[in-house]
Every structure is written in structure tokens, then in C-alpha cells.
């Protein structure tokens, strides 16, 4: 945080007075105070393990600042001080500046002039003033933020390397522009924090938009996918579809299988205090629902379950290739700090791996130069063609985009913007997410029909065969879920007014489910929370054939629910 450890009574440990995340680009007793804090907490031995954090193997990447980018933090800070950019920065860009010209006549004529007043020798040239508007002096500041950052960046590396840790080191973990892009060009490893329906306030008046991130092309996935650098460790450190919005079951399986589609190495969804043992702790935020702690959302928790079955254990598999976006240095910097790889681009991460190369580096196995973006004008349209055309994605993939429809190369997952409704199919998991699903829908050993409401349904083998020959299935079904007696200032409940308190409601949600294959017999038993496997709701023999009613169990309403078969020989 800004305050870091710097403690006193009247220091807001997550407020901004004390601007550590700006002044340690230039302020040398800014990084000292950084460096104490990681001497006292990953250089002293822990007790339990009889190790250093920073010399213990389970340690394999450290963030040493979090979302400290300097343009990021200057929206932070902008408020309070009036101006765009920290003025403490400029005698290190006039600095800048003095290395890359000869003297005040040779700057301005590379600016086409100066304001009165600014003169290099004397260091007194400005920052730029908006983060927009291109020109020289904000095409320079850019090569500077490039520069500052890297310099940090091998200078906090070092200082672990000092402290003897030889894992990872990868700052930088959001804003996802061209400018940052750079910055992490030569980082060992990029990390990257995402979200869908963000807030930045838990005080009453904060709004969502509830939007669905099917309907948006999962675009929260594909901006982090677009600032990869391939080639190395990838990881989202943060990714969170946000409470109360209606439609969260969806990030069980968008980020999950998305994540696996490109060939990322982890994902961690954000939130204090992941897990609970009871609904009634002491500590208030886990005590309901809110906004980045979701241990007692059973929305989330299912979802973190789907995510473990489809990335974790491996279930989706990763594209044969990725389509590299090329960057030309400094020449690739835009008429703003806010220059961003195409939007019209991104959804190719629906489709294959993408991320960001250069014609210097080392072309890692996979990467494609005969689909390379060299130009980001070319459309996606075109690209998709390059792709076939190069035997890359099959000629019967069913990628519309102007229709809203996108098929992984892999031919494992489906995602359907004007449907809001996103399939993924492998031989050990098939799941849905869907906004309604009236009519049968078959993925392949799965059919499913008639929902009552929204949600997310998953079926998976666990019992280490494939999910046609499995005797042990785990079946999840998400819907929604909210506090009691949450209050809004809206009819559309987007703006809230009291989080509400316990017992968290779950929506309930019936849908019909039909399974292939024959039985000798079958049983459903709902499964708590806590993994406790519960009286049977439907058993039989044959095609199984039932209608799921999450709230149906007597132990309560539940997400979870074990199904076990004996199959007939064939």
C-alpha cells in the first residue's frame, strides 16, 4: 500500500499519505523503507518451517509492489493533488531529457517549442499536463515512465537476489497499456490482476453495472491475455467477477478455461479470507457477503471448484499456437498514455494463445510468425482467415464474430455473446453457463433443459477416469446468492444501500439433467459446504435422467452434489 509499514496512529494503512508507491522511483529512504519491510518479514526465519520466506522452495514469485505502474498510480493520486502527474518526478525527467538531447534549442525544436519559462540546462521543463493529446513531450514522458519503471524493477529484483531468494520477480501486476507493456518487456515473468464489474468502494451508494462478461467477449480475460509477454511464467494474481452482480457463476468457468485455453501457469481469484470453517466468525467481512471476500459466497466457492477441475486439473487443454502481437520499442508508443492494444484484437484469446514479441527475442515453440500482428489495423476477421489458412484452426471452426459466437481452436469451448451462454467440453468435464436455458441443450455426455433461472452447471469425473466411463461424478450447479435483508436505492438493485447480514440466500434453481450412458443403478446426494456427503435426492437405474433442485436436500440448499453409477457392461 502507500503506507506500507510506516505505521502511527494517523496513518491509514490503505490510504495514500504515504506516497511509497511514487517516491520509490526517486527517493532512495523510500526504497530503504521497502527494503527493511522485506528484511523483517521474508528474510527472518520463520519459527514453523525453520526458514527464511525468502529461502523457502514453496515461494515461487514475489509482487514487490503491488499495482505500483506510475500512470495507474497518478488516476490514485489525481484527486487529492490537483495535477496529472506527481511533481516530484520532474527533476528526474529533466534528467531524462538531458540524455537524450544536447541542449534546450535541440528539445524544443523535437517539441515544436517550449512553455516560457522551461529550459534543460537549468532543469525547469514541465511534465506533461493530461495523460492525452500526443506530442513530443508525451511521447518522451512515456520513453521516461518506460525507463523508471525497468530501472525499479532490476533494482527491487537485485534486492531479493541480495537476500539470497532465487524465484521470480514481477511487478507491474495491472494496467495493461502499450507504455507498461514495455516496462515489462524484460521481466522474467508477467503477472496481471483483472476484473469484471470493478468497484472501488464498499460505502453505501456504490454501483455495479450487472453486466453479464459473456455478453462482454470475457474482454476482462482477453485484456491481460493481450499484455502477456510470451515466451515466459504468466499468471492473473487477481481476477474477480464482482458480488452482487447476478451474473458471477460465470467466472467458474470463463477465466478457468480461458486461462488453460492460452497456456497461462496460475490464477488466483481475489479474496480476503477464501475459506471459513462456520457462517458465524468473528472477523465483519466474514460475516456476509461482500465485494473481494467471497468464503462464505457459495456462488464463488463453486465456481473456485469448477477452476480447479478445468485449469488446475488440467481438463481444458491449451492451444497448439499463439498469435504474437509484435512491438518495435519505443515506435510502438501511442498519442496516449492510455494506448491500448486493439479492442477488436482481443477476442482471439477466445479462439488461441495471444501476447505480445518482439523480432529480437528467442521465438518460443508455438509462436506463429506467419499469423504475426505486425500492423494493429489489420482486422480480426483477417487474422481468423490467416489462421486457417495456415491449418491453425480448423475450416469448420464456428467463430462469427459479427454474430457474436467464438470456438477455441481446440474445439473444447464455445462462448455465445448474444445468447450469454458459454459451453466447455472435455473428456473429464463438460459444463455450461447460461442466462436462461429453456430449450435441451446436449454438449456430449450432458443434456440439460428447462432452468428455472440463470446459473452454472458442471459435471466432472473423480475418480481418475474419463467423464463416459466414470462411476464417481461431482455435479455443480450455481445460481445466485445474497445476503438476507440486503437493501438497494434502486428498483434494478445495481446501487446499495445495507450489505445485509446472515444467512446468506441461495436462489433457487430447478433444471433437467440427462446423462448417456446405461445403469445397472444410480444415486444423487447433495454435499455440503464442509464436503459432507448427505441423504440421497433421486437414484434409479438406466439412462439417468433426473430434475435438480438445489434446494431440495433436507440439509438445505446446497451447490455440490455427488453422483454415483454403476455402469452396464457392454
Not at 309 to 328: I, K, W
Not at 466 to 485: G, M, Q, T
Amino acid at each position: 500500500s502507500e503506507s506500507g509499514a510506516l505505521g502511527g496512529k494517523d496513518i491509514d494503512r490503505w490510504g495514500v499519505d504515504g506516497n511509497l508507491k511514487r517516491r520509490i522511483y526517486v527517493d532512495d529512504a523510500a526504497f530503504d523503507h521497502w527494503l527493511r519491510f522485506q528484511k523483517e518479514v521474508f528474510a527472518t526465519v520463520n519459527p514453523y518451517t525453520g526458514l527464511a520466506p525468502l529461502h523457502d522452495p514453496a515461494l515461487a514469485l514475489i509482487v514487490p509492489f503491488n499495482e505500483n505502474g506510475i500512470e495507474f498510480t497518478s488516476f490514485v493520486h489525481e484527486h487529492a493533488d490537483g495535477t496529472t502527474f506527481w511533481t516530484g518526478y520532474r527533476p528526474a525527467f529533466n534528467a531524462f531529457l538531458k540524455k537524450r538531447y544536447a541542449d534546450t534549442r535541440a528539445l524544443s525544436r523535437a517539441w515544436g517549442g517550449l512553455a516560457s519559462g522551461e529550459n534543460l540546462e537549468q532543469q525547469t521543463v514541465q511534465l506533461p499536463e493530461s495523460r492525452s493529446g500526443g506530442g513530443g513531450r508525451l511521447r518522451d514522458f512515456q520513453a521516461f515512465l518506460v525507463e523508471r519503471e525497468r530501472l525499479l524493477t532490476q533494482r527491487l529484483e537485485q534486492a531479493f537476489r541480495d537476500l539470497g531468494y532465487r524465484g521470480l520477480v514481477a511487478p507491474y501486476n495491472n494496467w495493461f497499456t502499450v507504455q507498461t507493456a514495455l516496462s515489462r518487456q524484460n521481466q522474467q515473468a508477467v503477472v496481471a490482476n483483472t476484473y469484471h464489474d470493478w468497484i472501488g468502494t464498499l460505502n453505501p451508494g456504490t454501483e455495479i453495472k450487472d453486466t453479464s462478461s459473456i455478453a462482454d467477449a470475457a474482454s476482462y480475460v482477453g485484456e491481460i491475455a493481450a499484455g502477456r509477454w510470451l515466451g515466459r511464467p504468466f499468471l492473473a494474481t487477481e481476477y474477480e467477477h464482482l458480488f452482487w452482480n447476478r451474473y458471477r457463476y460465470e467466472a467458474g468457468i470463463v477465466m478457468p478455461a480461458y486461462a488453460a485455453l492460452q497456456g497461462w501457469d496460475g490464477i488466483c481469484r481475489h479474496g480476503q479470507g477464501p475459506l471459513t470453517l462456520a457462517f458465524d466468525e468473528a472477523a465483519p467481512f466474514r460475516q456476509r457477503i461482500i465485494p473481494y471476500t467471497f468464503a462464505v459466497d457459495p456462488v464463488a466457492r463453486a465456481g473456485e471448484t469448477v477452476a480447479s477441475l478445468l485449469f488446475r486439473r488440467g481438463d481444458v487443454e491449451t492451444a497448439a499456437f499463439n498469435v504474437p502481437f509484435m512491438m518495435q520499442g519505443e515506435t510502438s508508443l501511442g498519442e496516449s498514455l492510455e494506448f491500448r492494444e486493439p479492442a477488436r484484437l482481443k477476442p482471439l484469446a477466445l479462439v488461441g494463445g495471444i501476447g505480445l514479441a518482439t523480432k529480437e527475442q528467442a521465438w518460443p515453440q508455438g509462436l506463429q510468425k506467419s499469423v504475426a500482428v505486425d500492423y494493429r489495423n489489420v482486422s480480426l476477421d483477417n487474422v481468423l482467415q490467416r489462421l486457417k489458412g495456415a491449418e491453425l484452426v480448423p475450416q469448420d471452426n464456428a467463430t462469427d464474430p459479427s454474430q457474436g459466437f467464438f470456438e477455441s481452436a481446440t474445439g473444447q469451448i464455445m462462448l455465445d455473446r448474444n445468447r450469454q451462454r458459454m459451453q466447455v467440453v472435455t473428456p473429464e468435464t463438460e459444463a455450461i453457463a447460461f442466462a436462461e436455458l429453456r430449450d435441451p441443450v446436449t454438449l456430449s455426455e450432458l443434456s440439460l433443459g428447462n432452468a428455472e433461472a440463470r446459473g452454472l452447471f458442471a459435471v466432472s469425473a473423480i475418480d481418475g477416469k474419463v467423464l463416459k466411463d466414470s462411476e464417481k461424478l461431482l455435479v455443480i450447479f450455481a445460481s445466485d446468492a445474497r445476503n438476507s435483508d440486503m437493501r438497494f436505492r434502486d428498483k434494478a438493485e445495481k446501487v446499495i444501500e445495507d450489505w445485509g447480514r446472515l444467512p446468506v440466500t441461495l436462489l433457487r434453481n430447478r433444471v433437467d439433467v440427462n446423462l448417456a450412458g446405461n445403469t445397472v443403478s444410480w444415486t444423487l446426494s447433495p454435499v455440503g459446504l464442509d464436503g459432507k456427503v448427505h441423504e440421497r435426492v433421486a437414484a434409479g437405474s438406466g439412462p439417468i435422467a433426473f430434475r435438480l433442485d438445489n434446494g431440495a436436500g433436507k440439509a438445505g440448499p446446497t451447490t455440490f452434489f455427488l453422483l454415483e453409477r454403476k455402469l452396464a457392461v457392454q
